[in-house]
Antibody, heavy 117, light 108 residues
C-alpha cells in the first residue's frame, strides 16, 4: 500500500528555520516525482513545485522559487521541504503528494500544519 | 504558467441533484494531463478524475469528467451527502503544475 506520512505540526517564530518531512512507503521512492502543495487557511491549493527523488531534479513554481528548498534522502525514502527564514505568511497546511510531471497526484500525505507567529 | 479558472465559486444544490463544475485554462492543454480533486474539511485532497475523463480507483460512476483544449467539466450525478465538498481542477503536464481556485458544492 502506497503511503506518504508527513511530520507533525510545527509552531515557529518569524525568522526561524524549519524542515518538514514526507516519508514514502509501498513503492519505489526513486521512480515517482513528489509534489509539494500549500494551502493557506481557508484558501485553495497552490503548487509549490516538484522533485524527482531518483536524481533530485527540482522544479519550483515561480512564486516559491528562492523561498523554499526541496530535498530527498533516498536511504529513508523521505522528501523534505525547508525554509531558512520563516515569515508569518508561510503559515498554512503543506501537503506532499506522489505524481506530477505527467502523472496525477494520486497519493497524498496527511498534511503538516505550519504556524509562524 | 497555465492559469485555471473554475466556475462557479459556489454551487448550492440538494441531494439527488446534478452538479456541473467548469474549469477553463488560459491556454490549450492536453486532456491527458488534466485532473479533478475533491477535498473535504480537515482532509487532504483526493484524486477523482485523471486524463480529463478517467475515474481514479474507487471513485463511483456518478462522477464523470469531460472536455478538451481549454474547457473541462466535472459532472456529479445524483449528489449524495458525502459529495458536498470543494473540488479543484489541475493540470499536471509541464511544470509548473497549477490548480484552479476551487468550486465549493454546498447543501442548499
Amino acid at each position: 500500500e502506497v503511503q506518504l506520512v508527513q511530520s507533525g505540526a510545527e509552531v515557529k517564530k518569524p525568522g526561524e528555520s524549519l524542515k518538514i518531512s514526507c516519508r514514502a512507503s509501498g513503492y519505489t521512492f526513486t521512480t515517482y516525482w513528489i509534489a509539494w502543495v500549500r494551502q493557506m487557511p481557508g484558501k485553495g491549493l497552490e503548487s509549490m513545485g516538484i522533485i524527482f527523488p531518483g536524481d533530485s531534479e527540482t522544479r519550483y513554481s515561480p512564486s516559491f522559487q528562492g523561498q523554499v528548498t526541496f530535498s530527498v534522502d533516498k536511504s529513508t525514502s523521505t522528501a523534505y521541504l525547508q525554509w531558512t527564514s520563516l515569515k508569518a505568511s508561510d503559515s498554512g497546511m503543506y501537503y506532499c503528494a506522489r505524481g506530477a510531471n505527467g502523472y496525477p497526484l494520486g497519493y497524498w500525505g496527511q498534511g503538516t500544519l505550519v504556524t509562524v507567529s | 504558467e497555465i492559469v485555471l479558472r473554475q466556475s462557479p465559486g459556489t454551487l448550492s444544490l440538494s441531494p439527488g441533484e446534478r452538479a456541473t463544475l467548469s474549469c477553463r485554462a488560459s491556454q490549450s492543454i492536453s486532456s491527458t494531463y488534466f485532473a479533478w480533486y475533491q477535498q473535504k474539511p480537515g482532509q487532504a485532497p483526493r484524486l477523482l478524475i485523471f486524463g480529463a475523463s478517467s475515474r481514479a480507483s474507487g471513485i463511483p460512476d456518478r462522477f464523470s469528467g469531460s472536455g478538451s483544449g481549454t474547457d473541462f467539466t466535472l459532472t456529479i450525478n445524483r449528489l449524495e451527502p458525502d459529495d458536498f465538498a470543494v473540488y479543484y481542477c489541475q493540470h499536471y503536464g509541464t511544470s509548473p503544475l497549477t490548480f484552479g481556485g476551487g468550486t465549493k458544492v454546498e447543501i442548499k
